[in-house]
């Protein structure tokens, strides 16, 4: 799918994605030449129907993961069908400098889904030691949401 | 207005680079099947032929003589190769950039969706119930793409995968995989069974895929027909083994050496 400025006859770039959790998704388009902004709606269906096809719309924000779209979208997996090997567990910074998770992080953490929980926690894990952020905690994970785009997780 | 260009006309760098992000997926099926010495896929056009007691046992007969096999439990919705191989009920481990097989009887590895669902759940996805038909499909695809590029097999002598009855998840794995498996084909003797199965042989000469045989399965009572010889017959392929109801291990060990 793309979108033309038909005044300007250019391909417009897009912009920002935004999915407001009610199934739908919006992402905007804008003319390079004229700045023209045009929003692409779509129903909660056309959002699933990118979803399955287990691409990005406005392109991957991390590498993707092992059998990401099978944990993210199956919603009768088993709660203890993984375990992560080498994962820091509990409060204390882990080796190689992995940053500690707040109580309040914590909490919300063990919100998640076992099925998809040590694969969201690997990508906050991995978003703050790149940025050397010692300590994860909700605001972290709420910044590392909005950067990353990680709305569904 | 004058004439509109077309999609194929915006060439521009898009930063979703959606062909991209398919080009990378099937890169990563391509890159850890490049270790796997032979793709054979295990199908027939009818259902309760006993394909996955077929592909478990010929798996298993493979191991005893030597080689590395993993077995791909492509029927996402009645997976069974786990039971069949007795695998123990046991985590995936799920390493950063790949997912370990487990193993079963004659260290045959394997991967299946009965090691990711609740125990007796169907497979289920989120999202909108309405019209689930239009993206069904698509997403029991991707699921089938991540068993095929995020499980680390190791080097292995041959990849067996059991389809399910029909035709649709052969032709999704066509694509997936960029050329078409090899194919060993599953019957029971019935006509009935014969003429199910020739749709599906035919659909994957259509498509390219290498017939390495057929494998009639219970044969010797109950069932009457030639199913078999005809198939074998009409697409100029060996019957590779005729499977009694009660099987010894010679039986799947000498359909191991012929292939």
């Known amino acids: 799918m793309k979108f033309l400025c038909v005044d300007c006859d250019k391909q417009m770039a897009f912009e920002e994605r935004q999915l407001p959790g009610d199934g739908t998704l919006a992402a905007t388009f804008k003319c390079p030449t004229c700045g023209r902004v045009v929003a692409m709606l779509t129903n909660p269906m056309e959002t699933q129907l990118v979803s399955s096809l287990g691409v990005e719309i406005g392109g991957r924000t991390v590498p993707e993961q092992p059998f990401e779209t099978v944990r993210k979208m199956v919603s009768t997996g088993r709660d203890d069908a993984f375990t992560e090997p080498g994962e820091p567990r509990g409060h204390a910074a882990g080796s190689n400098g992995a940053p500690s998770w707040s109580a309040e992080a914590q909490e919300r953490l063990s919100r998640v889904p076992n099925f998809v929980r040590g694969m969201v926690k690997r990508i906050y894990a991995d ?10 905690t909700p605001a972290v994970m709420d910044t590392a949401r909005a950067e990353l785009g990680l709305e569904g997780m | 207005m004058p004439p509109i260009r077309t999609y194929h006309d915006l060439t521009d760098a898009d930063r979703s680079g959606l062909p991209e992000q398919i080009g990378a997926q099937r890169k990563r099926v391509a890159e850890r099947l490049a270790g796997v010495g032979r793709v054979i896929a295990v199908m ?34 009645g997976p069974t190769i786990p039971r069949l191989l007795e695998i123990p009920r046991a985590p995936l481990t799920a390493h950063r950039e790949h997912i370990e097989p487990l193993t079963g009887l004659d260290g045959v590895r394997c991967i299946s969706m009965a090691m990711l669902l ?55 794995l066509c694509d997936i995989l960029g050329a078409p498996p090899a194919v060993l084909t599953v019957t029971i003797p019935t006509p009935e069974s ?56 010679d039986t799947w060990n000498e359909l191991g050496a012929r292939l």
Do not use: C
Not at chain 2, 63 to 76: E, I, K, N, W
């Open chain 2, 44 to 77: 027939s056009g009818k259902g309760g032929v006993g394909k996955s007691y077929v592909t478990a046992h010929l798996a298993r007969a493979l191991a005893r003589s030597g080689r590395a096999v993993g077995v791909l439990d492509a029927d996402l919705n």
């Open chain 2, 118 to 172: 609740e125990d007796g759940a169907p497979l289920a996805f989120k999202g909108p119930s309405a019209e689930s038909f239009v993206w069904r499909g698509a997403m029991e695809a991707s699921a089938l793409r991540e068993l095929l590029s995020d499980v680390a097999w190791g080097a292995l002598d041959a990849l067996l995968l059991d389809l399910p009855p029909g035709m649709q998840r052969y032709v999704e």
């Open chain 1, 127 to 136: 978003y703050a030691k790149e940025r050397g952020i010692a300590e994860i």
């Open chain 2, 194 to 249: 014969r003429d199910a199965v020739r749709r599906a042989m035919r659909a994957a000469v259509d498509r390219g895929s290498q017939l390495l045989g057929i494998i009639e399965n219970m044969t010797g009572q109950g069932f009457a027909g030639t199913a078999g010889e005809d198939l074998a017959r009409e697409f100029s392929v060996p019957v590779l083994a005729r499977i009694p109801w009660h099987p010894t291990p």
